[in-house]
């Protein structure tokens, strides 16, 4: 299975801003979060289904590096709700406990499923 990695980071140590990246993920990837800040971040979908039945409303803790358990991985990738139609976009959020504020991309961070 292809891997995608979608980093959430620390804009600048003088700043209180958490990034993360945007991504396409195709039905087959397994997408990983890697928290690459000093505490734990919380990634939620309100999107039902986006990860494929049961998944309705995902949310998942990140613990930091220094834990050993910074990164999250979920296998199957993302499920369009209209195969064969055109790319769909899941918007997310992520919380990052270091700056106790939502992460900015260029926009809201989303996956795309092509």
């Given amino acids: 299975m292809p891997a995608v990695t979608i980093r959430i980071s620390r804009w600048k140590p003088t700043q209180s801003v958490c990034l993360v990246e945007t ?4 039905p087959a990837d397994t997408v990983t979060w890697e928290n690459d800040t000093a505490d734990d971040v919380i990634v939620f979908f309100p999107h039902d289904d986006v990860f494929g039945a049961g998944s309705r409303h995902f949310h ?3 613990q930091p590096p220094a834990s ?3 990164t999250y991985a ?3 990738g993302a499920q369009k709700k209209n195969p064969g139609g055109p790319p769909e976009h899941y918007r997310y959020v992520v919380f990052c406990k270091e700056t106790m504020t939502f992460a900015i991309g260029g926009s809201e961070p989303e996956i795309i499923v092509p």
């Fill in 60 to 62: 998942k803790t990140i």
């Fill in 23 to 26: 991504a396409t993920v195709n």
């Fill in 68 to 70: 050993g358990h910074n």
């Fill in 74 to 76: 979920h296998a199957g």
